[in-house]
């Protein structure tokens, strides 16, 4: 193993897999800022425009998890290269959408593309370094990360002003072609952990089509065929448990949330927590652009304030949960992330930007409290073997909390708003919906302090 480390360039691998970690979370929020120009550029109503960061999500949710398993079957290195290349591509057909539907489907594709890259990323640095240098390593592409959701919102605002919505998508397409180049040119090698082991086809397929059935029913909840969707979504989700717990090589191990407490109940608050948060910056772009008129440019610049300070207070959170139980530093945050959502479900025309400031600070703050040491949480709950399952199911919780956030404002849209594009007459309809959607987060957020403090018990 150690000559296979020296004879691989550690820095391009690292440099590679930054880069890729700044992509993934950049286009998932630099576009937010952008959604009120592409609704009125190419037509889209509000069900629609909520489905271009549906989309990414879903589709992100659904295949991480098969295609981490596939992986570690058939090597890292082969699905992060596919994943670069069919990032760049459908960045570039979604920069150049004719219409709505279009670009709804390239994002989807740029979804699948992401967990590609995203749940590989990590683990190739992981076989790259050595225990000694692998903490510096994940430390540096998560900073990068982190600097994804920091620009996202205000490169994406100056870009929406001044060169085009269109101009985001471009930009992505030669940053993919440096990263493809890079990996062609310096990765050598190829790492895969389950060599032989056989896929759960069963289990794949069964989780991404219920995922789909429960998301695509959210957004015609209010006709019967929706309803019908998402009931057998949720039952076949039920199915999905018990055929993981019975396989013998489960495509996502559900045995741990049966047999740990900890370790449930930090997921459970996870999943909750980001539900709810996952709504915050899409209504608010909406209601600063729409309801209060303000550009792109600026709108972006407010919603980097939560991201900030999340930034700011994470890594001292995860210090300081080293020291002090992280169960109750992780209670402690999700109290605050409360207060927040609290302040924006009684948001009205008049609301003062300083108290949005004010409200996107506190969120930040409860979310780096809250993130680092709830990781922590689940991680020290389990076995040396288990990290890598803790950590998948980590990223799942993740994405399912923001698809199903999306899932609410389909919802919440479909009753208030229904197909039609936003425009003066219905912006009372649209301050509506965001406080009542504000509203079920607040109760969301109420549930995950539960569920974060019954860990201990």
Same mark, same amino acid.
């Given at each position: 193993?150690?000559?296979?480390?020296?004879?691989?360039?550690?820095?391009?691998?690292?440099?590679?897999?930054?880069?890729?970690?700044?992509?993934?979370?950049?286009?998932?929020?630099?576009?937010?800022?952008?959604?009120?120009?592409?609704?009125?550029?190419?037509?889209?109503?509000?069900?629609?425009?909520?489905?271009?960061?549906?989309?990414?999500?879903?589709?992100?949710?659904?295949?991480?998890?098969?295609?981490?398993?596939?992986?570690?079957?058939?090597?890292?290195?082969?699905?992060?290269?596919?994943?670069?290349?069919?990032?760049?591509?459908?960045?570039?057909?979604?920069?150049?959408?004719?219409?709505?539907?279009?670009?709804?489907?390239?994002?989807?594709?740029?979804?699948?593309?992401?967990?590609?890259?995203?749940?590989?990323?990590?683990?190739?640095?992981?076989?790259?370094?050595?225990?000694?240098?692998?903490?510096?390593?994940?430390?540096?592409?998560?900073?990068?990360?982190?600097?994804?959701?920091?620009?996202?919102?205000?490169?994406?605002?100056?870009?929406?002003?001044?060169?085009?919505?269109?101009?985001?998508?471009?930009?992505?397409?030669?940053?993919?072609?440096?990263?493809?180049?890079?990996?062609?040119?310096?990765?050598?090698?190829?790492?895969?952990?389950?060599?032989?082991?056989?896929?759960?086809?069963?289990?794949? !397929?069964? =989780? $991404?089509?219920? %995922?789909?059935?429960?998301?695509? &029913?959210?957004?015609?909840?209010?006709? #019967?065929?929706? *309803? +019908?969707?998402?009931?057998?979504?949720?039952?076949?989700?039920?199915?999905?448990?018990?055929?993981?717990?019975?396989?013998?090589?489960?495509?996502?191990?559900?045995?741990?949330?049966?047999?740990?407490?900890?370790?449930?109940?930090?997921?459970?608050?996870?999943?909750?927590?980001?539900?709810?948060?996952?709504?915050?910056?899409?209504?608010?772009?909406?209601? !600063?652009? =729409? $309801?209060?008129? %303000?550009?792109?440019?600026?709108? &972006?610049?407010?919603?980097?304030?939560? #991201?900030?300070? *999340? +930034?700011?207070?994470?890594?001292?959170?995860?210090?300081?949960?080293?020291?002090?139980?992280?169960?109750?530093?992780?209670?402690?945050?999700?109290?605050?992330?409360?207060?927040?959502?609290?302040?924006?479900?009684?948001?009205?025309?008049?609301?003062?930007?300083?108290?949005?400031?004010?409200?996107?600070?506190?969120?930040?703050?409860?979310?780096?409290?809250?993130?680092?040491?709830?990781?922590?949480?689940?991680?020290?709950?389990?076995?040396?073997?288990?990290?890598?399952?803790?950590?998948?199911? +980590?990223?799942?919780?993740?994405?399912?909390?923001?698809?199903?956030?999306?899932?609410?404002?389909?919802?919440?849209?479909?009753?208030?708003?229904?197909?039609?594009?936003?425009?003066?007459?219905?912006?009372?309809?649209?301050?509506?919906?965001?406080?009542?959607?504000?509203?079920?987060?607040?109760?969301?957020?109420?549930?995950?302090?539960?569920?974060?403090?019954?860990?201990?018990?």
């Amino acid at each position: 193993m150690e000559t296979e480390r020296k004879e691989i360039n550690k820095t391009v691998i690292l440099l590679i897999a930054t880069l890729a970690a700044f992509l993934t979370p950049f286009l998932g929020t630099s576009l937010i800022v952008a959604l009120p120009t592409i609704a009125n550029d190419l037509a889209v109503n509000a069900i629609l425009l909520s489905w271009v960061t549906t989309a990414y999500f879903l589709a992100s949710a659904m295949f991480a998890v098969p295609l981490g398993k596939i992986a570690d079957i058939y090597g890292m290195k082969k699905i992060f290269t596919y994943g670069i290349v069919v990032l760049t591509f459908a960045s570039f057909f979604a920069a150049i959408s004719p219409s709505p539907e279009f670009l709804v489907i390239m994002r989807a594709f740029q979804g699948v593309a992401s967990a590609m890259i995203f749940v590989t990323a990590l683990a190739i640095i992981a076989s790259v370094f050595p225990p000694q240098e692998r903490g510096k390593a994940i430390g540096i592409n998560i900073t990068a990360g982190y600097a994804g959701l920091v620009m996202g919102p205000v490169l994406g605002g100056f870009l929406t002003q001044y060169l085009g919505w269109r101009s985001i998508f471009y930009l992505v397409v030669p940053l993919g072609l440096l990263v493809l180049s890079l990996v062609l040119w310096k990765m050598k090698g190829e790492w895969a952990g389950c060599v032989g082991e056989k896929l759960d086809y069963w289990g794949s !397929l069964i =989780y $991404i089509v219920m %995922l789909s059935l429960i998301l695509v &029913g959210f957004s015609s909840i209010t006709g #019967t065929l929706g *309803m +019908v969707m998402v009931i057998v979504g949720i039952i076949g989700m039920a199915g999905f448990v018990i055929w993981e717990l019975r396989v013998e090589h489960p495509v996502l191990d559900m045995s741990l949330f049966f047999k740990n407490r900890r370790f449930a109940f930090s997921n459970l608050a996870a999943l909750i927590s980001y539900i709810g948060l996952s709504t915050v910056a899409f209504l608010l772009s909406l209601y !600063l652009q =729409y $309801i209060k008129g %303000l550009d792109p440019n600026v709108t &972006g610049l407010i919603l980097v304030v939560q #991201t900030a300070f *999340m +930034v700011i207070i994470s890594p001292f959170a995860g210090r300081l949960s080293d020291k002090i139980d992280p169960g109750k530093l992780a209670s402690l945050g999700m109290g605050l992330i409360t207060i927040g959502l609290v302040i924006f479900a009684f948001i009205t025309q008049e609301t003062s930007l300083y108290v949005i400031v004010l409200a996107l600070a506190i969120l930040g703050i409860g979310v780096g409290i809250f993130s680092a040491p709830n990781m922590n949480s689940i991680m020290g709950s389990v076995e040396r073997r288990y990290y890598g399952v803790a950590s998948a199911t +980590v990223s799942t919780m993740r994405l399912l909390g923001q698809t199903f956030g999306m899932g609410l404002i389909l919802i919440i849209f479909a009753v208030y708003i229904g197909a039609v594009q936003f425009n003066p007459q219905n912006y009372p309809e649209l301050l509506a919906s965001i406080q009542v959607i504000y509203l079920i987060a607040v109760g969301l957020s109420l549930i995950a302090i539960l569920a974060s403090l019954a860990r201990n018990r």
